[in-house]
């Protein structure tokens, strides 16, 4: 007689045997049901934070697992005892949250919550609160590196530095690598690690890990902290699919401006400004502000100075706010061997997920948009040749207008009327590399012509691995007119990959800006020389007032 025969039969004549039967299968159940839900119930983990000590309008990186691959409604980050708005998070994955601090953070514990439970909390403090340090001895506090993990490395590559008084907390700290320039000079210049690319990991006294920057080349890698430099260790840059070289320099006096009049309104009535600031990128690596009046009240909030002014106090008077900086610009030329390009890995593109994703300034998921982009690029799949096939599709199919049309238009009517200015030809472009699942960002900033004036525009920039950001300008590949310094034979190749340095970024991709007051009446600027969502913020009490913002006016050039 089989088992099953056997089994059959005693569980059919024996009730006791029956019985153990059935109360052993449910007990097997309910320990299994038990066990599934508990291995599928997992509460956050929190495994650490950085920046431990921040300012409002700092990035702030969580780290962990178990906070689902989305976030849902009812998962969120708190700070204090205060939840952050859902406009503040940048990347919601499984391992890695990335936010935006408010402007009201305050020191205190930090919790990640979802709907399988409170993570254990880490703790987060406000620089700016933060008590003056003491006073140390440069001789025993000079940071000093040991060692690095790896003497070969590519842009975007994780690096480990060993050494010591590093600071437990990073602060005001960098780490600079040896830049790529090919302007003579006798020195090679530094750049340092990105705050925007998230190029910093983890800091602690005795152990820094770091990513290599876009724009490094090969030499020597420092730590600087607020009591001096370290030594250098050498390393050097692998050979890879892109050639960078920056030359050309140019240094530009730039000055922003800002006039408020005609101010009436109740007491305690407060208007707030924010003003841009140029950024430092791998191309744009010297901003200095030579001049401010009045003195910002904040400075530095999320790329912007900003200036909070009673109204009540400037009533019946006109008052301006302006700044004056000088920004070093090089060229960025680019050689390319397309069979060495590779796709971007799972973890870059969990670290630019922003610049994955569809949003209100660039439709990605639009129907038209995908529908179009699949039929440029048909079945290919390296993402340099899909980059330049939409490129070249954009310049060659788009009718570029010479002036900045008032009106942000839709799209689709972009589309379909075939014509675009700089902005919607550079919207247009980024929405179809994303669309191509490609990281890419919309730049603004000022376009200056050899007679020293300046307009604002747009361009855009695509992520490669092992390469960094690569720039394209589809406007001017299509001919838009422009006084350049250099005549280009052609246009439409050098705007795909190089840039000349006589474009002055102010933000790249959408700088979105926390209110200092939820309620408030907030003032955006359309097709401005910033894509930032707040550019004037009142509160309540306000009766009138009236503002003008002047175009960012080049005011020397050496």
């Known amino acids: 007689m089989s088992f099953i025969s056997h089994f059959t039969y005693r569980f059919c004549k024996h009730s006791l045997f029956r019985a153990a039967v059935i109360i052993g299968f449910t007990a097997l159940s309910v320990t299994l049901f038990f066990y599934f839900s508990a291995v599928k119930v997992r509460p956050p983990v929190l495994t650490g934070i950085y920046p431990a000590v921040g300012e409002p309008g700092e990035v702030i990186t969580i ?11 009812d998962a969120f980050v708190e700070i204090a005892g205060g939840k952050l708005s859902s406009s503040a998070y940048i990347t919601w994955t499984d391992t890695l949250i990335r936010a935006v601090l408010p402007y009201n953070v305050e020191d205190g514990l930090v919790y990640v919550q979802t709907k399988h439970g409170r993570s254990e909390a880490e703790i987060f403090a406000n620089k700016q609160t933060l008590p003056l340090p003491v006073n140390h001895n440069p001789k025993t506090s000079l940071p000093f590196i040991d060692s690095i993990d790896k003497k070969a490395i590519s842009i975007g590559d994780l690096l480990i530095l060993r050494g010591g008084n590093f600071g437990n907390l990073r602060g005001s700290s960098r780490v600079f690598f040896t830049a790529g320039c090919a302007d003579g000079t006798k020195e090679k210049p530094l750049i340092s690690c990105s705050e925007f690319d998230a190029d910093y990991h983890f800091w602690s006294d005795t152990e820094l890990h770091i990513r290599i920057p876009d724009g490094a080349d090969s030499g020597y890698v420092y730590v600087e902290t607020d009591y001096g430099k370290s030594n250098g260790m050498e390393y050097a840059l692998l050979p890879g699919a892109v050639t960078k070289t920056y030359k050309d320099l140019r240094t530009y006096s730039v000055k922003l401006s ?16 924010f003003i841009p600031v140029p950024r430092l990128t791998s191309t744009q690596r010297n901003v200095q502000i030579i001049a401010s009046n009045p003195e910002p009240s904040i400075s530095g909030y999320m790329n912007t100075f900003v200036h909070r002014i009673n109204l009540n106090e400037i009533a019946g008077k006109k008052s301006t706010f302006s700044h004056t900086f000088v920004v070093g610009v090089h060229g960025l030329y680019t050689a390319v061997d397309e069979t060495k390009v590779k796709a971007c890995s799972e973890n870059t593109k969990k670290i630019y997920a922003a610049y994955l994703k569809s949003n209100s300034l660039i439709p990605s998921d639009n129907h038209s948009v995908r529908d179009l982009a699949s039929s440029i690029v048909k079945k290919e799949k390296n993402p340099y040749k899909q980059a330049k096939l939409l490129y070249e599709w954009v310049i060659r199919n788009i009718r570029i207008q010479n002036r900045v049309l008032s009106a942000e238009s839709d799209i689709s009517n972009i589309l379909r009327l075939k014509k675009a200015d700089a902005y919607e030809a550079a919207i247009l472009y980024t929405a179809l590399l994303r669309a191509c699942d490609i990281p890419a960002l919309t730049d603004s900033g000022i376009l200056v012509d050899s007679d020293m004036q300046s307009r604002n525009h747009w361009w855009c920039e695509f992520y490669l691995e092992g390469a960094g950001w690569i720039p394209a300008d589809p406007a001017l590949g299509a001919g838009l007119e422009y006084k350049s310094f250099q005549r280009q034979d052609s246009p439409a190749d050098f705007y795909f990959g190089s840039l000349d340095a006589q474009h002055i970024t102010f933000s790249r991709g959408w700088n979105n800006i926390k209110p200092a007051n939820i309620t408030g009446k907030k003032v955006y600027r359309p097709k401005s020389y910033a894509l930032q969502s707040i550019w004037e913020e009142t509160t309540a009490g306000t009766v009138k007032y009236s503002s003008y913002w002047q175009d960012a006016a080049v005011t020397g050039v050496y």
């Open 63 to 73: 780290m962990g697992k178990n906070f689902g691959t989305t976030k849902g409604t």
């Open 258 to 273: 800002a006039d408020i009049s005609d101010a009436r309104a109740e007491a305690d009535t407060t208007l707030t400004l």
